[in-house]
């Protein structure tokens, strides 16, 4: 972990679960005091637009817990557009969709299609190829293409009742689930064969592509996708929930659990990630290190080595000073016998 002086992140993070248990401890204080768990819409929303569709409310009650309402949405929409990072708004759209025109899900009454997830999918239209009674499932866009073989995740030809099952072209970057019959939420459920013909078609969207790698390959890279999560957005598609008059507020409550399991998918998305690119930085470090050491065995020097070198190389050099100095030695011998003539 990095260490730094000008910005304690461990210190700021203290602050916030600091700040986080103070008003924790100013709501218990509340309800309390007053005897009542819900003193504000901020206290339980869903809870709120519960009691609002209660007949022992009257309309004008509903008008104030409606006003309340509509500011939770805008500030929904407020965190939404700045929640951002290196400038780039983060919640309304990042990285590549798909589009909500794509026939596999707009037959999804057919195919059983529930949801759609992106892991890297290129912006492309994917055809898928299901022929009935094969037991596989081929998806590509031309150029690529994937077969997966959905026998053992199938009740015979179809999905089993009351469950899910997902397709996961993961070459693709695209996973599909498929519902049996008797699934709440799903209109349709999938018999081998349904999805043939369907489309998908991918969005090209505005950052979501992590470079996690040396390489310019996709295997070096993390798609991510994030929907735009905003409360009046497409995803959350709380623009026109009302808690203003009875009838209202009881269909509200099918809308705000349906954004409320949206948003806890895609933190399960996001936190998937999170996973992902902690195992990769793990490989990462373990890369660099067997590279570090691979560069250490070539450029540093073995002191041993180089101290056993040395050695030799000093006693041969004083060996040769000796065996210079014998023959100088020699030299002298012939003066002497000069001497004597």
């Not at 969005?203 to 295997?219: H, K, V």
Request: net charge negative; no cysteine.
């Amino acid at each position: 972990m990095a260490l730094r002086i000008n910005t304690d992140l461990s210190a700021l993070n203290a602050n916030r679960h600091w700040g986080q248990a103070n008003r924790a401890v100013s709501a218990s204080l509340e309800r309390l005091s007053s005897g009542l768990r819900i003193n504000r819409a901020s206290d339980d929303a869903a809870g709120l637009s519960v009691q609002s569709s209660s007949s022992t409310l009257t309309d004008t009650n509903r008008e104030s817990t409606q006003t309340e309402f509509s500011q939770l949405v805008a500030e929904i929409d407020r965190i939404a557009l700045s929640t951002t990072f290196n400038n780039r708004v983060l919640l309304t759209g990042f990285g590549n969709s798909i589009d909500a025109s794509s026939s596999t899900l707009t037959t999804s009454n057919v195919t059983g299609v529930t949801d759609i997830r992106l892991s890297g999918a290129q912006a492309s239209t994917f055809t898928f190829v299901d022929t009935a009674g094969d037991s596989q499932i081929s998806l590509g866009n031309g150029s690529v293409s994937q077969t997966l073989s959905v026998g053992t995740i199938l009740d015979g030809s179809t999905v089993a009742t009351g469950t899910q099952v997902v397709a996961n072209f993961d070459r693709l970057g695209v996973q599909v689930t498929l519902a049996g019959a008797s699934v709440t939420g799903a209109t349709g459920q999938f018999s081998d064969g349904d999805l043939g013909g369907t489309q998908i078609v991918v969005q090209s969207g505005t950052g979501g592509s992590f470079q996690i790698g040396a390489s310019d390959s996709s295997f070096n890279r993390i798609e991510v996708s994030v929907p735009d999560l905003r409360a009046t957005g497409p995803q959350l598609n709380l623009s026109s929930t009302s808690v203003a008059s009875l009838s209202t507020a009881q269909s509200a409550i099918t809308s705000i659990d349906s954004a409320i399991t949206a948003v806890a998918q895609e933190r399960g998305t996001i936190g998937s990630v999170q996973n992902r690119l902690s195992f990769s930085i793990s490989a990462t470090d373990e890369a660099i290190t067997s590279i570090q050491a691979s560069e250490s065995t070539i450029s540093d020097a073995d002191f041993a080595a180089e101290v056993s070198s040395l050695t030799r190389a000093q006693i041969l050099s004083q060996a040769a000073v000796s065996i210079l100095a014998q023959a100088n030695t020699q030299r002298q011998n012939v003066l002497v016998l000069l001497q004597d003539l």
